[in-house]
């Protein structure tokens, strides 16, 4: 007899339906999946088949034919298990198989016919709403993410058995409720907060900026100047992200199985992959497309420490994710787009031996060294950093100093105001930050009061700068100007302060 | 007592043991060309292929272990030719094996093994 299930699979961040045909006929006993199944997939028959016998279910041995349609696409998901098991049940005739196609089954199944979580339930559920499913069957630990999509019955039976009496009408299940999500006890969490960096009231300023304007940063500084430090907070002053947002990063952390039973991700993603990082784990990659490191940090900050150490390839290859805020990623088998729209923070020292163009070191390089190391950084990602700023050494008394500093909860307070300014002026070209302003926008969108114009100009001449600085000064100045209250034209000062930020480290390429 | 007689003495066994359970003997020792059949049986709309193994000791493995895959292979496809004949075309069928354990000459113990391998998937 035939029957039909509905299970899924993903593709690049996105869920997939796959309809399981099942086909159990007299013959020769055979238990054969065709559809282009992953290894995962193909193994599942054994499990599918112990997990029916240890729930106390008989199977008779048939020749059963299974089929995953659509057929072009090859499924990598373990999730496919309960599909088959109800499939051949309703096959067999101990289920009704009209009952099984009102539902989505989302599980594998463990040798004892229990559900187990997989990875991906979010962007299922998100596909299933849209589809015109209304019941999902997930496991246990999915239940909290499956929950977040609303108009989705979600139900979540322990094992097979249970689910079978539930589709026979035996037993009555409710619909499942959020679950709690069990912390260690004593477990403070720690945060990080601008409170606790002391001095270094340029960089934070920048950094203040940087987050409200989506620009990226380059922090040029000696060892120990506390580069990374300020950059582990970046997150910390970032506005909150919007339900859109967070549903975005959930659904990427879903896909890679980095959610453990959680269910919204509300905090920034910060990622700080080492500098060894092969091109594929940054990017994204393999033969069949995961998400890498530029995607992990969606809508967060990607830090990237010692940047000149980072293999030149890898360098290169954030361009497209910096420039489009999505990382298309083509293979043998599919051209994959993830989402990508990060800020950057970079740090280095200003020479291989760390002390170039401090006060109280000398430095043991020598020009060409200097040369060879700042050479590593390309004029098109260095292009791509809006502000460059020096890190310089911390001065005793700044450490040792008991002031209180502004906290990371009053900063972002100024940056949320500044991001609104923002977005009231750049939604109607589908943009979200000054970062993303194009060159028309820029003649279009930001006006300077005469006096500022002037500075420019006397700058720009004396500096010799380049058209591209030209258009990043005035980026960075109307963010500037959206901290100070949203001021309409930008001054002499915003201007000024811009062209600091862009010229602190001149990178000498 | 040399293999072959222990080998008809398990194939005898078991085709006594699946008469008491019901079975009903359709043949024996069904040959092909290259394989052979020791018992083929029949419950209801179901055909039986049957793989007797007798051992005397388990020295060199259980007497299911030595079906081996090749095994398998030979007797599916002795299968196949004899579920050309149109009596059987629309029967469920199964593979069983039955292991004997002999011990001085005698049955110890019988096991039966229901759907004891299937058919592979290519690739």
């Known amino acids: 007899m035939y029957a039909r299930t509905f299970g899924s699979a993903t593709l690049g961040v996105d869920g997939m339906i796959i309809t399981v045909e099942v086909d159990s006929a007299n013959g020769m006993p055979a238990f054969d999946i065709v559809g282009l199944p992953s290894t995962a997939v193909r193994e599942s028959k054994e499990r599918v088949r112990t997990a029916i016998k240890n729930s106390g279910l008989r199977m008779r041995s048939e020749k059963i034919t299974i089929n995953l349609a659509p057929a072009n696409v090859k499924k990598e998901s373990a999730g496919l298990d309960l599909p088959i098991a109800i499939g051949l049940l309703a096959s067999q005739g101990r289920l009704r198989a009209s009952i099984c196609e009102d539902f989505l089954f989302v599980a594998e199944l463990s040798l004892e016919g229990n559900l187990r979580p997989v990875p991906g339930v979010l962007p299922i559920a998100i596909t299933a709403r849209e589809e015109g499913f209304k019941k999902i069957i997930v496991a246990n630990e999915n239940i909290n993410e499956a929950l977040l999509v609303e108009g989705l019955e979600v139900y979540s039976p322990k094992t097979l058995m249970e689910l079978v009496d539930f589709l026979d009408g035996e037993i009555e299940m409710k619909t499942a409720k959020p679950q709690p999500i069990y912390e260690p006890e004593g477990f403070v969490e720690l945060v990080d907060d601008f409170a606790d960096v002391q001095g270094q009231f340029m960089a934070k300023r920048a950094l203040e900026i940087a987050a409200a304007g989506g620009h990226n940063v380059l922090m040029v500084g000696v060892p120990g100047s506390g580069k990374t430090m300020l950059a582990k907070r970046m997150s910390s002053i970032l506005p909150e992200m919007t339900r859109e947002e967070a549903l975005e990063v959930t659904k990427i952390y879903s896909i890679t199985g980095k959610l453990s039973g959680t269910g919204l991700v509300t905090k920034r993603p910060f990622q700080n992959p080492n500098h060894d990082s092969s091109t594929a784990a940054i990017i994204g990659g393999g033969t069949n497309p995961t998400p890498g490191q530029v995607t992990l940090a969606h809508n967060g900050v990607l830090f990237l420490d010692e940047l000149p150490e980072f293999k030149k390839a890898t360098l290169e290859a954030l361009r497209e994710p910096l420039e489009e805020r999505q990382i298309t990623i083509s293979r043998v088998n599919g051209t994959i787009t993830f989402p990508s729209s990060m800020i950057l923070i970079c740090a280095m020292n200003p020479c291989p031996c760390g002390w170039s163009g401090d006060d109280d070191h000398s430095c043991r390089c020598t020009p060409l060294e200097i040369k060879k190391y700042m050479r590593r950084l390309s004029g098109p990602l260095l292009d791509r950093i809006d502000i460059q700023i020096r890190v310089p050494r911390v001065k005793y008394d700044d450490l040792s100093s008991r002031r209180k500093n502004e906290p990371s909860s009053v900063i972002r307070e100024r940056v949320s105001a500044a991001r609104k300014i923002q977005t009231k002026r750049l939604e109607k070209y589908h943009l979200f930050c000054n970062a993303q302003m194009t060159h028309s926008l820029i003649q279009n969108l930001c006006t300077l009061e005469p006096a500022a114009e002037k500075l420019l100009k006397n700058v720009f001449e004396t500096k010799k700068l380049s058209a591209r600085s030209y258009d990043r000064i005035i980026k960075v100045s109307r963010t500037i100007a959206d901290l100070n209250n949203g001021a309409e034209k930008i001054t002499a000062k915003h201007i000024a302060e811009a062209i600091k930020l862009r010229s602190d480290f001149e990178v000498d390429a | ?123």
């Open chain 2, 1 to 123: 007592m040399n293999n072959s007689d222990k080998g008809k003495l398990g194939e005898d066994s078991a085709t006594k043991y699946l008469v008491e359970k019901g079975y009903e003997i359709v043949t024996r020792n069904f040959r092909i060309r290259s394989a052979e059949i020791d018992i083929i049986a029949r419950s209801g709309d179901t055909i039986i292929f049957v793989e007797v193994k007798a051992r005397s000791n388990i020295r060199h493995g259980l007497p299911i272990e030595a079906v081996t895959l090749r095994k398998q292979k030979k007797i599916i496809e002795a299968a196949s030719i004899f579920l050309q004949d149109d009596n059987y075309a629309d029967c469920a069928c199964r593979f069983d094996v039955i292991e004997i354990y002999l011990e001085g000459g005698r049955v110890e113990e019988i096991r039966h093994i229901e759907n004891a391998f299937e058919i592979l998937q290519e690739g």
